[in-house]
RNA sequence: GCGGGCGUGGCGGAAUGGUAGACGCGCAAGAUUAAGGAUCUUGUGAGCAUUAUUGCUCAUGGAAGUUCGAAUCUUCUCGCCCGCACCA
């Protein structure tokens, strides 16, 4: 009889329920290991290929930390609100409640047709209030530390989806959910100031073991980059304006300044002959979405406001211009333009004109701005000096004047975080009636999302809430009327803390309980995809690091290791979608192949952080082993085969055998699940040479391959006379010693190549290996005639004879 | 343009300075004739030589280098992937 995967992987997810085997313990004997999933959004498609193969690699891991003796925190959840739930909801006039309700159900239903080994009592969901009030009250606290505040600020606004996204979920200029363009428009939004911690996510990045890429991702988004603040005047007014440059040094190459077309003093510099033309840029800028504006980036365009300003260090004037190749959203919003060592500075005053004077040696002018170092010439006091001594002396003689100083910047800006959408968070703030702005009181926490039934985006910038009266309007206990603000949270922010609540999912006190959270934290392990590289992963580390900053966490960081698992593609090497056709349902695997046979597969295609085409024979192949491993073991009436086993040690099989206990455990420790079934395969090879099997080793391999097909490896073990889950045996033990033969195969070389080998005693010394390869007959072949210059001998592995 | 990564059989991939191609897929041969994606054993980088155990040559995108020895280290170069992209 065939092994019956649908009657096997049943039974043994039923017994894991009725028995609790996967509730965490808190043995205080124990240390603790804590794997962790990215939890999903709860789309209506259902769960896709690619989201076990996260789900395994972690699962494998709790699996061999719980038998190795640990107490094991393996908690999911839900990322339940966000736009496309809601869009549904739209669409179809359904309850976007209800309908993630549903998906919710199916997800959870799919994952446990899986065999995960998750913790079910703490399940945690960001749509539910119990939940979403420990992130209203974060919020409540950053408020309080001036962290959370209300400003007017020119946001990403996206007419399409009738609300404002943040800069991280612009891609191209278009809003990740949708590609519709964005616009940059000023609005009064709510902000967190997350640049408040931008050296500490930088430098703090040298303590987590994550992905050097995605550190880099992140350096490279907070876009530290330390310079020099500088106020030039205006000619003929008292009006001043600060750039900030990373070149101070050149500043006597200086001879036009560029404002953006948002600068704050475009309109008083501008002078009347040149009002109309600044005015059209303005206008025309305005316009423009952002993907227009890089779009056109290649030719560079620009306004003269008819106005100067003065060049602190020569005195000269020097024409104050507008473009928007500056940035109003970085720095001060204005530069100083040095075209001879600055390219698009250069491209821009080729194109209008305008002075190139050359402040250091190298490179040709009438060509090409030259950006190198070198010895500075026509700059003073900066004359004969390179670029670092330059800059310094620059640096001192700004500061010693009182217009300028020494100034970091980042790319990084504050977090924008308010949406014009129903399906989120309400931001627990009230706008009362005398102009104040106030918390809702944390007693009164959660502040619950009324129940609507027209939730359409209205297009103004307001959200639908703002149509709900009941709710929007307040009256405090003096009669003082309010209205509740009607922005609501983006996605990010339940996932900015989810993990926490885990450690301690039902305190009705506590976002969660400190020492539990000391106990759990960091995170020891944390898999997800690489789209979460900068959004998601700066986001939780910012709202750690302000819990930490209150008293709330113990640690600096959350995630001490990071992984990337890789995609799964579809069997055509492209990106699985359901245009393409190549989409594969997990829940059609597990029906016809079975759960652990999928489990198996997406470990062993490759590694982990590989995006590999799906292949319907590489998966009927890890079917096969499985069926392998079951039919050594179990006979054709489904008995065991008892005949085989022996209660002896040893034997031939017992180098590959520990040899097997410690590859698999070094390698599902690394993550490297593929490397690791090659070796149980070869075991399996192995096995299947010999008439009897000892039943330790036969036992130890059942749970080294548990993790990986915990079904199966169940029923084998209960097969074996086990009366209890594997869940708890302890993992196996290898003897080194045991992975030494006495005997040896040394290869013998002439010049690096290979001419012959010899098996030969383990302890064999030098100089008889010496001996060994220059008496050897194939040896002799290439040495004859020849001079041996040096013969190199590594005891154990090699000898190597030079000859010339 | 800048930053990061990758390039190994027909395919997915092993090997992180010491026998290149573990393991799997595919393919082939033999055994077997179980009814279902069969199973078991063996072989399988290319080429040459040999009755043969076997030996030799070439081979890790390409070129050069370091080394007794390089898929692995260095430089250049080509190709692909990811991220950032007028950030002053």
Avoid: C
């Amino acid at each position: 009889m065939a092994y019956d995967h649908k009657k096997v992987e049943k039974k043994w997810q039923q017994y894991w329920q009725d028995h609790d085997s996967f509730k965490t313990t808190e043995d205080p004997n124990k240390k603790n290991y804590y794997a962790l999933d990215m939890f999903p959004y709860p789309s209506g498609q259902g769960l896709h290929v690619g989201h076990p193969e996260g789900y395994t690699a972690t699962d494998i891991t709790a699996r061999m930390k719980r038998m190795q003796g640990f107490n094991v925190l393996h908690p999911m959840g839900w990322d339940a609100f966000g736009l496309p739930a809601e869009q549904y909801a739209l669409d179809t006039g359904h309850d976007p409640a209800e309908f993630t309700q549903e998906n919710i159900n199916n997800f959870k239903r799919q994952i446990n047709s899986l065999g995960f080994s998750y913790d079910w009592d703490r399940e945690i969901n960001t749509t539910d209030p119990n939940f979403y009030k420990w992130t209203q009250w974060t919020f409540e606290q950053m408020y309080k530390k001036g962290l959370a505040y209300e400003s007017e600020e020119l946001v990403n606004w996206s007419p399409d989806l009738g609300t404002v996204v943040a800069n991280e979920e612009v891609i191209d200029g278009k809003t990740e959910r949708g590609g519709f363009p964005v616009y940059r428009k000023p609005m009064k939004q709510w902000m967190l100031k997350i640049t408040a911690y931008a050296d500490r996510l930088l430098d703090d990045l040298d303590l987590i073991d994550w992905p050097e890429n995605v550190k880099d991702m992140q350096r490279n988004w907070i876009g530290r980059s330390e310079g020099a603040q500088i106020t030039f005047d205006v000619a003929d007014s008292d009006l001043k304006f600060d750039i900030f440059t990373t070149r101070p040094d050149t500043l006597f190459g200086v001879t036009y300044a560029v404002m953006s077309p948002e600068h704050k003093l475009v309109n008083q510099i501008t002078t009347p002959a040149q009002n109309a033309m600044v005015d059209a840029y303005v206008k025309q800028a305005e316009m423009k979405s952002d993907l227009e504006r890089t779009d056109l980036a290649k030719e560079k365009t620009g306004v003269f406001t008819g106005a100067y300003a003065i060049n602190p260090a020569t005195g000269e004037r020097i024409p104050i211009w507008l473009s928007d190749y500056v940035l109003s959203s970085y720095g001060t919003g204005a530069i100083m333009a040095v075209p001879a060592h600055d390219t698009r500075d250069y491209e821009f005053a080729k194109k209008f004109g305008i002075d190139i004077q050359p402040v250091i040696e190298g490179g040709d002018i009438s060509q090409a701005a030259y950006t190198g170092d070198g010895v500075h010439i026509n700059s003073q006091f900066l004359d004969g000096l390179g670029k670092d001594e330059a800059i310094a002396r620059m640096l001192d003689w700004l500061t010693d004047k009182g217009i300028g100083e020494k100034k970091v910047n980042y790319k990084m800006r504050d977090w924008l975080f308010s949406r014009q959408r129903y399906w989120g968070e309400p931001i627990p703030i009230i706008h009362w009636e005398d102009g104040t702005t106030g918390l809702v009181p944390e007693d009164q926490l959660p502040l619950k999302l009324p129940k609507m039934t027209d939730i359409k985006p209205s297009g103004t910038g307001e959200s639908p809430l703002a149509n709900d009266l009941d709710w929007v309007n307040v009256v405090d206990k003096n009669g003082r009327k309010g209205k509740r603000e009607t922005n609501t949270m983006p996605q990010w922010a339940g996932s900015s803390w989810y993990y926490l609540r885990y450690v301690d999912p039902h305190n009705d006190a506590k976002l969660a309980d400190y020492k539990k959270l000391q106990q759990w934290l960091p995170v020891d392990l944390y898999i997800g995809g690489a789209e979460h590289a900068v959004r998601h992963l700066l986001y939780v580390r910012f709202w750690h690091k302000f819990l930490y900053d209150i008293g709330v966490v113990p640690t600096v960081e959350p995630f001490q290791k990071l992984y990337n698992q890789g995609m799964v593609l579809g069997d055509n090497h492209e990106k699985m979608s359901k245009s393409k056709g190549n989409v594969v349902n997990p829940d059609d695997v597990v029906e016809e192949y079975g759960a652990d046979t999928l489990r198996m597969y997406e470990m062993f295609m490759g590694p982990l952080d590989a995006s590999i085409p799906w292949s319907e024979k590489g998966l009927a192949g890890s079917r096969r082993f499985l069926d392998r491993v079951w039919r050594l073991l179990v006979d054709d009436d489904d008995n065991l085969r008892a005949d085989k086993l022996t209660d002896k040690v040893g034997g031939p099989l017992k180098k590959a055998y520990h040899q097997t206990v410690k590859t698999v455990t070094e390698d599902y420790e690394q993550l490297r699940f593929n490397v690791a079934i090659s070796q149980l395969m070869v075991f399996i090879n192995d096995a299947y040479k010999e008439d009897t099997l000892p039943r330790d080793y036969v036992e130890g391999f059942i749970l080294l391959l548990a993790p990986i097909a915990p079904h199966m490896m169940e029923e084998l073990w209960q097969k074996l006379g086990h009366d209890e889950s594997l869940t708890y045996a302890p993992w196996p033990t290898y003897d080194p010693n045991a992975l030494v033969d006495d005997q040896v195969d040394i290869v013998l070389q002439v010049n690096g190549k290979r001419r012959g080998v010899a098996t030969v005693s383990r302890e064999l010394g030098k100089d008889e290996l010496e001996k060994i390869a220059l008496t050897n007959e194939n040896v002799e072949k290439f040495i004859a005639g020849k001079d041996v210059k040096k013969v190199i001998v590594v005891p154990g592995k090699i000898v190597n004879v030079v000859a010339k």
